[in-house]
Nanobody
């Protein structure tokens, strides 16, 4: 079994910063690509940023230049550093990962339960 757990959400003022973490645990052989998604109130879930196993990064245009995604493969952990937060960044942020389970050859997609980010104006 594999579990993803997000942490680091909270309430900040516009212009502030937060650092989200996502740690995978369980019978993990390898984690391939990972990503952060968010879903604001009344909005569709959208991809915020993604990172491959070797560190190639992609960002949504709305967060480019403000957010930084990274990962620590040794700790099965992914981070999202969010700077210059705007009210429109308020959402529940979800961790996503493609995981190869120990002794299995295929990749499975897992989701965390989410961590809430509130940005006040």
């Amino acid at each position: 079994q594999v579990q993803l757990m997000e942490s680091g959400g909270g309430s900040v003022q516009a212009g502030g910063s937060l650092r989200l973490s996502c740690t995978a645990s369980g019978s993990i052989f390898n984690i391939d690509h990972m990503g952060w998604y968010r879903q604001g109130s009344g909005m569709q879930r959208e991809l915020v940023a993604s990172i491959t196993s070797y560190g190639k990064k992609n960002y949504a245009d709305s967060v480019k230049g403000r957010f930084t995604i990274s990962r620590d493969n040794a700790e099965n952990t992914m981070f999202l550093k969010m700077d210059s937060l705007k009210p429109e960044d308020a959402a529940v942020y979800y961790c996503n990962a493609a995981v190869q389970i120990r002794y299995h050859d295929v990749l499975y997609t897992y989701w965390g339960r989410g961590t809430q980010v509130i940005v006040s104006s």
